[in-house]
């Protein structure tokens, strides 16, 4: 039950959050902005999005915008930290509450919300160890400058120490609209050069879902398999085809952690305290535990796995979860 009444700036439906994304496209960010808007519905907000679509000055431009137009709060959802600080130290001028998702915005007035993406590739690489004994070649999908992106590539290079046996033998990647064709095309390339691949350690659902196509059309299924991050429907769908080289990955559920956002703008804009600093942990999901359960879809995960659900993150006193 609440444990607050309803501030009165969000009884009237006037409260308008600026949602200022790099990134559209692709199975995360559409979960993501699922669950950010069902969170703005439920808290009586209006969430007004707008995306870059790549394009990291857009995406600043967008952001400018939204403190000229005096947002009640903003979220900025991914993005590269020197475009976007510029406009976070505008917002923090104007006093605008501001919450950065997988960006740093080098302002300690902001909230700083991320998965945990140490956890992630941590997860992941267990299972990789776990079915190579800790030896052998492995392609890796990395583009660096994204922050989730590039903590994950922190604990590959940690894990690349720890375990000699492993050797990168390739380094591709590309991060576009069409990502999972771009790996695909590039997977291909890399594991022709490179037949004695048994493994590809893809931390990004396009990567993997790319990595997964490639490994397909070489006809490498039961030779090489996928170690991946995030998780929806259609991945689930790719893990547990018959054959599928993807084994496993570790994920939040992307919706959830967009009401995280939606939630933390929210108790800024009333005036709560909320971390500086917001985690949301991962789940590993393997593909043997998917087919165990007939696990088909994201619902059926979230039940499956209830930590995928993290209402003490960022909880909002005045709803009733
Ligand atoms: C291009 S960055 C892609 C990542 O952002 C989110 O953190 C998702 O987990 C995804 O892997």
Redesign the pocket.
């Known amino acids: 039950a609440p444990s607050a009444p309803v501030p009165a700036k969000f009884a009237g439906g006037n409260v308008r959050i600026s949602l200022v994304r790099q990134?559209s496209s692709g199975d995360?960010f559409e979960q993501w902005l699922a669950g950010a808007q069902a969170e703005a519905k439920a808290l009586n907000v209006r969430l007004e999005v707008s995306s870059g679509d790549g394009n990291n000055d857009k995406q600043a431009l967008n952001l400018e915008q939204a403190v000229t137009a005096k947002s009640d709060a903003i979220i900025v959802d991914?993005g590269f930290a020197q475009t976007v600080q510029p406009a976070v130290k505008k917002a923090v001028a104007a006093k605008i509450p501001l919450v950065a998702f997988?960006v740093d915005p080098g302002a300690p007035e902001a909230v700083a919300l991320s998965?945990d993406?140490h956890a992630i590739a941590e997860q992941a690489l267990g299972a990789l160890k776990a079915d190579t004994g800790g030896s052998g070649e492995v392609v890796y999908v990395y583009?660096a400058g994204?922050a989730?992106?590039d903590r994950r590539n922190e604990t590959w290079e940690q894990f690349k120490k720890d375990n000699p046996g492993i050797k990168q033998v390739a380094q591709i990647g590309v991060?576009n609209s069409s990502t999972a064709s771009a790996v695909a095309d590039q997977a291909k390339a890399a594991l022709q050069a490179n037949p004695g691949a048994k493994a590809i350690f893809a931390?990004?659902?396009e990567f993997a879902k790319g990595a997964a196509l490639a490994v397909k059309e070489l006809g490498l299924a039961g030779k090489v398999k996928i170690y991946g991050?995030?998780v929806s429907t259609a991945d689930i769908g790719v893990m547990t085809e018959p054959d599928s080289p993807w084994v496993a990955t570790s994920a939040t559920d992307p919706a959830n952690v967009g009401r995280v956002a939606v939630r933390a703008a929210a108790l800024l804009v009333a005036g709560e305290s909320v971390d500086r600093a917001l985690t949301v942990p991962p789940s590993l999901i393997t593909q043997k535990g998917l087919r165990d359960a007939g696990i088909t879809s994201v619902e059926q995960l979230t039940r499956a796995f209830p930590g995928l659900t993290t209402p003490d993150v960022a909880r909002v006193p005045w709803t009733a979860s």
């Open positions: 990134l995360y991914h997988d998965q993406d583009v994204f989730p992106l991060v931390p990004y659902d991050a995030d």
